[in-house]
């Protein structure tokens, strides 16, 4: 494969840190801001209403989303159209508390499980997948995010919820776990296989051909460790999921933190006594293919894997028009075998049907393109614009096609 030979060895790829602590626990915000695009805010939630850990503030139509619970004892201070804000404040006496339930003793299995995870607040995209086998990512996400190496063997009863119900939620006949080479960790009744600890093994499609062997195999899916420990955290607390765990890193520091949703990225910076100084970028996710961020309100969500500051010099800034100067080096990475470099300049010039037609939907973020650009282009986010684009493209043919049948099919009926 012709990635491996460009960055086999270097350290800065690898995905192990030897790092077994358990989490430290994040700050306790005194305003949050919970992100409710695409919500529908439950019934009986507007401004100045009161507000529990645990009770249900918004709800997704989707499987993909969780539903959105309040992790404090607070008041609504505000709505918009994209975030509901809590203040925290000291329980009263009065204030209700939520009894935890025993989702293993509950008994539910397959489709009906999963709804019950969900309307629980866990994200259910991957963690349903109707596969036969299905590969548990037990790697670092990104070069830099150090949880998984804790979550596999310091929260072993969190994983092993996780596990149980996983194996109720799927109809998979085998559950493998993937682990980095050189790992001691088992699971009773979990078979398990060992991989280069190297970046983008710990991208899902990447480590799906790692273990099979195969391109796209069929009936074969990958689940995230993060992913999982949500599961297992709903299913070891007995309450919903109102938390994240996030690595939060410096050139200096690193730890990893249980963090509640929609606390500040300023506040968690502070309460992690990093610094940030001019020049800085603050990335949100991790740090080959996390998100810049402008503003330090900006919150943490329940899917968030890490937050990281990159110290100003430390790293050449992109440069959103920086020509391409067709060295080759982003073919030679790309682990999905795509060419970023003619996809971010057909992206450039909203040739968004000439991207589709070249496959950018078949990009599997990885960041690697951007990293080598020795022009400093940013080939990922042009790739990402494209690929959104795509999407909103053929949501709008499908929503015309349907909205056409329906006209087609009220004719049919006068
Ligand atoms: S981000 Fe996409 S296009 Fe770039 S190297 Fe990774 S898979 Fe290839
Ligand atoms: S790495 Fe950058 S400069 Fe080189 S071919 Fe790719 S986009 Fe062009």
Redesign the pocket.
Same mark, same amino acid.
């Given at each position: 494969m012709r990635q491996r030979f460009q960055i086999l060895n270097d350290p800065r790829f690898r995905l192990v840190y030897d790092e077994k602590r358990r989490f430290f626990e994040g700050p306790d915000p005194a305003t949050l801001r919970l992100n409710i695009e695409h919500f529908k805010v439950a019934d009986g939630i507007k401004k100045k209403t009161r507000v529990f850990p645990g009770m249900l503030l918004a709800t997704h139509a989707s499987l993909d989303k969780g539903d959105l619970h309040s992790p404090i004892y607070g008041i609504v201070s505000d709505i918009n159209a994209r975030s509901i804000f809590v203040d925290a404040v000291k329980r009263e006496a009065d204030d209700p508390v939520l009894e935890p339930r025993d989702f293993l003793e509950e008994g539910r299995e397959g489709e009906e499980l999963r709804w019950q995870m969900k309307e629980m607040g866990v994200n259910m995209r991957s963690l349903g997948q109707k596969v036969k086998t299905l590969i548990i990512n037990g790697l670092n996400p990104d070069p830099g995010v150090t949880w998984a190496e804790s979550i596999l063997q310091t929260h072993a009863n969190n994983l092993r919820h996780g596990m149980e119900l996983q194996r109720r939620l799927t109809r998979a006949d085998r559950i493998i776990l993937a682990v980095p080479k050189g790992s001691t960790v088992s699971y009773d009744g979990v078979d398990i296989v060992y991989v280069e600890p190297e970046y983008p093994n710990s991208v899902n499609s990447v480590l799906i051909r790692e273990v099979t062997g195969e391109e796209n195999p069929p009936d074969i899916g990958a689940v995230g460790l993060h992913n999982l420990w949500s599961l297992g955290r709903v299913g070891t607390s007995g309450y919903p999921l109102m938390e994240t765990v996030v690595t939060v890193g410096s050139a200096t520091q690193w730890k990893n933190y249980i963090v509640k949703n929609g606390t500040s990225v300023g506040q968690l910076l502070t309460h992690a006594k990093v610094e940030l100084n001019e020049g800085d970028t603050l990335l949100r996710g991790g740090p080959l293919r996390g998100e810049c961020l402008d503003r330090l309100d900006r919150s943490i969500s329940k899917g968030t894997v890490g937050l990281f500051v990159v110290e100003a010099g430390t790293v050449p800034p992109m440069e959103g028009h920086s020509p +391409? !100067?067709? +060295?080759?080096?982003? !073919?030679q990475v790309c682990p999905a075998h795509l060419n970023? @470099?003619t996809l @971010?300049r057909y992206a450039e010039f909203a040739n968004y049907n000439v991207c589709f037609q070249e496959h950018s939907p078949l990009c599997v973020e990885c960041g690697l +393109?951007g990293y !080598?650009?020795?022009?400093r282009?940013p080939?990922l986010q042009y790739i990402r614009l494209a690929n959104a684009k795509i999407k909103q493209m053929q949501e709008f043919v499908y929503v015309d096609t349907e909205e056409n049948a329906s006209d087609e099919t009220t004719e049919a009926k006068k």
């Amino acid at each position: 494969m012709r990635q491996r030979f460009q960055i086999l060895n270097d350290p800065r790829f690898r995905l192990v840190y030897d790092e077994k602590r358990r989490f430290f626990e994040g700050p306790d915000p005194a305003t949050l801001r919970l992100n409710i695009e695409h919500f529908k805010v439950a019934d009986g939630i507007k401004k100045k209403t009161r507000v529990f850990p645990g009770m249900l503030l918004a709800t997704h139509a989707s499987l993909d989303k969780g539903d959105l619970h309040s992790p404090i004892y607070g008041i609504v201070s505000d709505i918009n159209a994209r975030s509901i804000f809590v203040d925290a404040v000291k329980r009263e006496a009065d204030d209700p508390v939520l009894e935890p339930r025993d989702f293993l003793e509950e008994g539910r299995e397959g489709e009906e499980l999963r709804w019950q995870m969900k309307e629980m607040g866990v994200n259910m995209r991957s963690l349903g997948q109707k596969v036969k086998t299905l590969i548990i990512n037990g790697l670092n996400p990104d070069p830099g995010v150090t949880w998984a190496e804790s979550i596999l063997q310091t929260h072993a009863n969190n994983l092993r919820h996780g596990m149980e119900l996983q194996r109720r939620l799927t109809r998979a006949d085998r559950i493998i776990l993937a682990v980095p080479k050189g790992s001691t960790v088992s699971y009773d009744g979990v078979d398990i296989v060992y991989v280069e600890p190297e970046y983008p093994n710990s991208v899902n499609s990447v480590l799906i051909r790692e273990v099979t062997g195969e391109e796209n195999p069929p009936d074969i899916g990958a689940v995230g460790l993060h992913n999982l420990w949500s599961l297992g955290r709903v299913g070891t607390s007995g309450y919903p999921l109102m938390e994240t765990v996030v690595t939060v890193g410096s050139a200096t520091q690193w730890k990893n933190y249980i963090v509640k949703n929609g606390t500040s990225v300023g506040q968690l910076l502070t309460h992690a006594k990093v610094e940030l100084n001019e020049g800085d970028t603050l990335l949100r996710g991790g740090p080959l293919r996390g998100e810049c961020l402008d503003r330090l309100d900006r919150s943490i969500s329940k899917g968030t894997v890490g937050l990281f500051v990159v110290e100003a010099g430390t790293v050449p800034p992109m440069e959103g028009h920086s020509p +391409c !100067v067709n +060295c080759g080096a982003c !073919v030679q990475v790309c682990p999905a075998h795509l060419n970023p @470099s003619t996809l @971010s300049r057909y992206a450039e010039f909203a040739n968004y049907n000439v991207c589709f037609q070249e496959h950018s939907p078949l990009c599997v973020e990885c960041g690697l +393109c951007g990293y !080598v650009c020795i022009a400093r282009r940013p080939v990922l986010q042009y790739i990402r614009l494209a690929n959104a684009k795509i999407k909103q493209m053929q949501e709008f043919v499908y929503v015309d096609t349907e909205e056409n049948a329906s006209d087609e099919t009220t004719e049919a009926k006068k």
